[in-house]
């Protein structure tokens, strides 16, 4: 079974401008601007037929039959899922940082001379939040 609960129909704003007051009321607000929320939508013609399900003021459902000039829509988003309908900023959740982990250091003795590398490999890139065994594990130069 598809899961779709409907469309919402987004107009040119020239077009809001032409059908005025008529499209108002099937107009709903949200981030992404005004737009016509419809359970179906056929686009196979020279109009836009969207239908749309509501109430009378007695309570009685009533489904409605809207057709606009297909050359007014702008863009149609089909909404799925149980969640609901709106348009937003989807940002990265940050990582949860973990305080670095103390590792000891001790100096080589003052008596040993450090060998001199033959050919000097390019140190391993410090990643800021690896605990510091890694990094001085992934560095061959650094003597503990």
Excluded: W
């Excluded at 099937?26 to 399900?53: N, Q, R, W």
């Excluded at 140190?123 to 001085?136: F, K, L, Q, Y």
């Amino acid at each position: 079974m598809n899961d779709t609960q409907g469309y919402a129909v987004f107009f040119f704003p020239q077009a809001l401008e032409v059908l005025g007051d008529a499209i108002r009321p099937y107009l709903l607000d949200g981030p992404a601007g005004a737009h016509v929320l419809c359970k179906e939508i056929d686009t196979g013609g020279a109009f836009t037929e969207m239908t749309l399900e509501g109430r009378t003021a007695d309570g009685h459902f009533l489904s409605l039959e809207l057709m606009v000039p297909g050359s007014m829509v702008r863009m149609i988003v089909s909404a799925h899922g149980e969640g609901s309908f709106g348009f937003g900023a989807s940002l990265p959740k940050p990582a949860p940082k973990a305080a670095p982990k103390s590792v000891p250091v001790t100096a080589a003795p003052a008596s040993a001379p450090s060998p001199a590398p033959t050919s000097a490999p390019s140190p391993a890139p410090a990643v800021p939040d690896a605990p510091a065994t890694v990094i001085a594990a992934s560095n061959p130069n650094k003597t503990e």
